[in-house]
Nanobody
Framework: QVQLVESGGGLVQAGGSLRLSCAAS????????MGWFRQAPGKEREFVAG????????YYADSVKGRFTISRDNAKNTGYLQMNNLKPEDTAVYYC?????????????????WGQGTQVTVSS
């Protein structure tokens, strides 16, 4: 099993920045890709960004491309989501997820492990 713990959420004004962290523990060797998802009130969960642990290939949703950067520190078993130029529509609970597949999936069912989520609120 792999445990994921997110941190770094909070309240920020539009145009501001936040960096989310996702610390992995347990059988992290079984995790080949990490994704960030978000869910706003009344909306479905959506893919934000994904990264392969090995090689660092990344993939982004169009809505965050150019503003968000996903990265990972293999030595620390930690993934990050740097969010710049935040907009009110970025307000959501953000979840990190781990996958045993080396493919960066954009659907939640492709991920095997989930964190508890961290709230990001962007005020206008």
């Amino acid at each position: 099993q792999v445990q994921l713990v997110e941190s770094g959420g909070g309240l920020v004004q539009a145009g501001g920045s936040l960096r989310l962290s996702c610390a992995a523990s347990g059988r992290t060797s079984s995790t080949y890709a990490m994704g960030w998802f978000r869910q706003a009130p009344g909306k479905e969960r959506e893919f934000v960004a994904g990264i392969k642990w090995s090689g660092g290939n990344t993939y982004y949703a169009d809505s965050v491309k150019g503003r968000f950067t996903i990265s990972r520190d293999n030595a620390k078993n930690t993934g990050y989501l740097q969010m710049n130029n935040l907009k009110p529509e970025d307000t959501a609970v953000y979840y990190c997820a781990g996958s045993r597949s080396p493919i960066i999936g954009t659907k939640g069912f492709l991920y095997d492990y989930w964190g508890q989520g961290t709230q990001v609120t962007v005020s206008s």
